[in-house]
């Protein structure tokens, strides 16, 4: 690891945590945590293989997911062609490529031996040759399925909907046969590929709607100004379906129930506004020519629009009244959330996992697939009834916010990724080994005491409050911190400040100015010095696990020197260390094994229900804690 002078030109040596390798921090002993290795010379590399870089639903969860994982991770992304997203891609630094898929999959093959990627993840059913070589070559590959083909039409999606030459159903049974890692945004999908795929190799995760862009947006604009700018009047009813004008969209329903609600004269300034046409495909192009053409024979193309696809949907769902999502085929598109999210009735049809995002009557109206006649006689109670069009909507915010939650997608997302990495790059726990006595007593069998460091070697909620209230937070929070019930501090606010309080935990220094207890430093070196093994084991916070663990090194140095670096473990599952006792002020320390320790709680006001377990409430007193009786007067040796 390098190292550099101190200022003052002295001999003194200090490390550069700028210049760090993986390797020195195998040297150092680190249990490390996946995304460690970002801020530590050695980027964690991954690959998305994504089937395009149009606009739609599958790549803007992509590019939600990359959001997250730029941070921590070094992401390319490969499409077999260019598309209008590769500008959004790019600028959150993703490395993007173009390799056109073929029979032999020769480059895919050649690009995942030669980058050796720590994972890849493809995106949609229609990479999964791609999911195939991976698993063929051993490298951890997740694949994320946003289709629900009928797998009796395996052939029929891949030819002739989605025009992909290179798939067929052989394919895509060897891709589920082979993959263990498979996940579905709905529930349904598990049923509909149900005796394709290994037993516990699929698991549903639903795509989450970012809630904090969307109420900027309406923060910062009007129903009436984004209407203005579109040519709609405050008085017009305007109807939107957002998503590509493809046949299984069933914009054709929504041009045929709107003739017949005009037709039926439900609202005179009533309007429908289709956004999504791509014109890149023929048999889009047609359908495209077919709306229209009914639309015309009605006579009402100054009633009527269709949109090409746009960067930014959120104005239509603004001026909106109704939602429409009238679709034939589809898994849960994001735009029924999205349109939830702007608190919008949104009427679909009762088809794949739709149900599992809205309920009939409580945040929309479901309806049968491909009627015309349901789907107008739905718009017309919303026409007539704007108490429900309002009692739909807030329901539908409140789903959203329960279930499509961008942050709990990307913790969900957060567990299974580093699960895979960690599993890939982590360095096991050294086998303890005695220290010397330096001269002081010592008991027979040498003592392993792994101590955590975040509320019980250093104050973390006085540092904490402290930044919290010079945010702008009233000074009488100090008080709801110091007496908080939960153990995560976020859970001790209203769900409403949790950006809030993520945001204060990652502000840069965080970690590294935390403050130590009375006596905590003392307790350390004594416990050390008295022949205990002293293993420092602390988990890096999950909104910035980079920066914290960067930061806790920096503060071990600080606070106890270079040679405390071989005593650090950072990790995420504390019950994979060995030692005898550990020292840690969480309620219940759980893990993927049988804790070979005995929990000492280090006291807090979020575990004095705690009963059953060993107490330390200052440092002062470590050894009642920690050793037997009959070793309680070592620490007046040291001056205490």
């Known amino acids: 690891m390098p190292m550099t002078s101190s200022s003052s030109g002295s001999s003194t040596e200090s490390w550069d945590f700028s210049t760090t390798s993986s390797e020195d921090l195998e040297d150092l002993q680190l249990v490390v945590e996946p995304d460690v290795l970002d801020r530590c010379g050695k980027r964690i590399k991954c690959a998305f293989f994504s089937h395009s870089l149009q606009r739609n639903g599958a790549n803007v969860y992509l590019l939600h997911l990359c959001s997250w994982l730029i941070d921590e991770f070094e992401v390319d992304l490969v499409s077999p062609k260019d598309g209008p997203m590769r500008a959004d891609f790019e600028a959150l630094g993703v490395n993007c490529s173009a390799i ?39 490298t951890p590959c997740v694949w994320v399925v946003h289709e629900a083909w009928p797998q009796d039409q395996f052939e029929y999606y891949a030819k002739e909907v989605f025009l992909m030459d290179h798939i067929d159903s052989a394919l895509l049974h060897r891709a589920f046969s082979l993959c263990t890692r498979i996940i579905f945004p709905a529930n349904v999908q598990k049923e509909l590929y149900a005796g394709l795929y290994k037993d516990g190799a699929a698991l549903c995760i639903y795509n989450g709607i970012p809630l904090d862009a969307i109420d900027e947006f309406v923060k910062s604009n009007t129903r009436e100004e984004v209407r203005y700018a579109m040519g709609y009047e405050p008085d017009d009813f305007l109807i939107v379906q957002v998503g590509t004008v493809c046949n299984r969209k069933g914009q054709l329903y929504s041009a045929k129930a709107f003739v017949k609600l005009v037709e039926a004269g439900a609202h005179p300034n009533a309007k429908l506004l289709m956004v999504g046409a791509r014109y890149i495909r023929d048999h889009e192009i047609k359908y495209i020519d077919e709306i229209n053409a009914v639309v015309a024979k009605a006579g009402l193309q100054d009633r009527v629009k269709i949109l090409d696809c746009q960067d930014d949907v959120f104005p239509f769902y603004l001026a909106a009244d109704v939602v429409l999502q009238p679709s034939l085929n589809e898994v849960l598109p994001l735009c029924i959330c999205e349109a939830m999210a702007f608190e919008r009735p949104v009427i679909a049809t009762r088809i794949d996992g739709i149900p599992e995002a809205l309920d009939h009557h409580r945040e929309g109206l479901l309806i049968p697939p491909a009627d015309e006649v349901a789907l107008k006689l739905a718009i017309k109670s919303l026409v007539d009834n704007e108490d429900e069009r309002v009692r739909l909507g807030v329901n539908g915010r409140k789903r959203v916010q329960e279930q499509f939650s961008y942050r709990n997608m990307i913790n969900q997302y957060k567990d299974f990724i580093n699960n895979i990495v960690e599993n890939d790059v982590r360095v096991q726990t050294p086998v303890r080994t005695p220290s010397t006595t330096r001269g002081f007593k010592q008991w027979e069998d040498t003592v392993t005491v792994l101590v955590d460091l975040d509320n019980t070697v250093v104050d973390w909620d006085k540092e904490f409050t402290k930044r919290w209230i010079a945010a702008g ?41 935390l403050e130590p207890f009375p006596k905590a430093l003392w307790a350390l070196q004594t416990m050390l010095q008295s022949g205990i093994d002293v293993k420092l084991v602390t988990s890096p916070h999950p909104c910035c696990r980079a920066q914290c663990t960067i930061e806790k090194y920096e503060w071990v140095a600080k606070h106890l020197g270079d040679e405390w670096f071989k005593r650090l473990i950072i990790t995420a599952d504390k019950t994979a260390v060995r030692g005898d006792i550990l020292i840690d002020d969480k309620p219940a320390v759980v893990g993927s094994m049988k804790p070979q320790w005995k929990h000492v709680l280090f006291n807090a006001s979020y575990n004095e229900k705690v009963t059953g377990k060993p107490r330390l409430t200052a440092w002062e007193d470590w050894e009642r804690a920690v050793l037997p009786p009959s070793h309680h007067k070592i620490r007046r040796s040291f001056g205490a």
């Not at 720590?118 to 063929?136: D, G, H, Q, S």
């Not at 502000?507 to 100015?513: C, H, L, R």
């Open 100 to 138: 056109s898929p073929s029979k032999e999959n020769h480059r895919e093959r050649q690009l995942l031996k030669q980058a050796q990627y720590t994972f890849v993840l493809c995106n949609t059913i229609m990479r999964a040759e791609v999911a195939v070589i991976a698993e063929e070559m051993g």
């Open 473 to 513: 937070n009233p000074a009488s929070d100090a008080d709801v911190i110091k007496k908080r019930k939960r153990f995560e501090i976020e859970q001790n606010f209203n769900a409403q400040q949790t950006e809030l309080v993520i945001k204060v935990i990652a502000q840069p220094g965080f970690y590294a100015q």
